[in-house]
């Protein structure tokens, strides 16, 4: 699994962002889908829902997409539609509920649960890592780095995952936090918290770990209780690979099951599975106040790269905001515009740039059309 980030960004119709690219590789900012160059430019939201649903049939039909899509206005979806196999085996269609791999979206999630522990006094984002791991097997890690570092890829922890890849015999085994950490828990910092910034899944591995700490629950409990169950996101969790229930799409890439080449269970770096809809539950709970104060959401919204000048959006609502991740198998965006108004959803159970290709080309559907 190559990890990086690179320019351009899922932005929202004219919004901001920066492409969090997390996958087999990335071949550049996306490119709108030439059956969309030869339809009809969409005129207005009707239009426009009516061409997105068009082109997600006719490449379906041709077994170039395979996922869901939401295009909500208001809360209110336009387009809320899916398509091709959760299961190929089996048969099993994706449908509106179906519960697809978020990859690094999942991140979105364990900063909330860090902030709503933040809320209740359990911890400081200036806090140091040892305060709250006094065991952790890194000196250097739980004396310097603080938990705000750690949010924002700022701590000098590296990157797991690709590199052993290939030499871990069973991943699918790796259900838990504690399986992860030995993956990297002896390497050094790659420089001082603070100086510099480097895409850090190692960092969200120990945030889940404070979580745990401070809360007293297992990650996943935490998280499920905590923020799915609140937010009303009931097709959502974090699902063992090695057995998954029919609602969950299995990884498909280039027509092979990938599923199995990823731990078995996802992790606060990423790899919750979550359906479209309860993604848009839980942006609608985010910006209702059922999870986080509004003023906590401003922070949450600081949270996610930004270029120089970028719109940030009205303070206490979680707009002007655009996230996505990617793996062999999994691609994934979802993007708030700065208006508000507009919130664009796509997922796929197949690797990038499926789910950015389809979520590029509805922007620029949206950005062509009259003002």
């Known amino acids: 699994m190559i990890i990086r980030r690179g320019p351009g960004g899922p932005g929202g119709p004219g919004g901001p962002g920066q492409r969090i690219v997390i996958g087999g590789g990335d071949d550049g900012p996306p490119q709108v889908y030439p059956e969309a160059k030869a339809m009809p430019q969409p005129k207005n939201d009707a239009e426009l829902a009516a061409a997105i649903k068009a082109l997600a049939d006719k490449l379906a039909e041709d077994g170039r997409f395979s996922g869901s899509i939401i295009w909500a206005k208001d809360g209110e979806p336009l387009v809320n539609g899916a398509w091709g196999f959760a299961d190929q085996n089996r048969g099993t269609t994706n449908s509106v509920d ?42 250097a890690v739980a004396d310097k780095v ?25 991943f699918m085994s790796m ?7 030995p993956l990297f828990m002896d390497k050094p910092l790659e420089f001082e918290p603070g100086a510099s910034n480097r895409y850090s899944n190692a960092g969200y591995i120990v945030l889940g770990m404070v979580i745990e700490a401070v809360s007293g629950e297992n990650y996943f409990d935490y998280v499920q209780h905590h923020v799915l169950d609140a937010a009303g996101m009931a097709h959502s969790g974090f699902f ?11 990884s498909y890439e280039n027509g092979q099951d990938f599923t199995g080449q990823h731990p078995g ?28 104060k509004p003023e906590t959401v401003t922070l949450l919204n600081t949270l996610v790269p930004r270029p120089p000048g970028a719109p940030t959006g009205a303070p206490g609502q979680l707009v002007a905001y655009g996230i996505e991740g990617g793996a062999p198998g999994v691609s994934a ?13 796509v997922l796929s159970n197949e690797g990038p740039p499926a789910a950015m290709q389809m979520a590029f080309t509805i922007r620029e559907w949206f950005r062509q059309m009259p003002k």
């Open 333 to 345: 965006q979802l993007v708030l515009d700065p208006t508000g108004h507009y919130t664009r959803i």
């Open 146 to 170: 603080t938990i705000r570092q750690l949010l924002l890829h700022t701590s000098g922890l590296g990157d797991i995952f690709g590199e052993f890849r290939d030499t871990i015999p069973d």
């Open 98 to 139: 179906t519960a697809f791999d978020i990859a690094s979206i999942g991140k979105l999630f364990t900063q909330t649960a860090t902030l709503q522990l933040m809320e209740q006094g359990k911890l400081h984002l200036d806090d140091k890592v040892g305060q709250h791991l006094k065991d952790y097997p890194n000196k």
């Open 265 to 292: 269970r996802g992790s606060p770096a990423g790899g919750l599975q979550a359906s479209a809809s309860d993604l848009l539950k839980f942006t609608q709970a985010v910006n209702g106040g059922k999870l986080l």
């Open 240 to 250: 063992n690979r090695a057995k998954l229930p029919p609602t969950v799409a299995r």
């Open 175 to 181: 259900t838990e936090l504690k399986h992860l950490l």
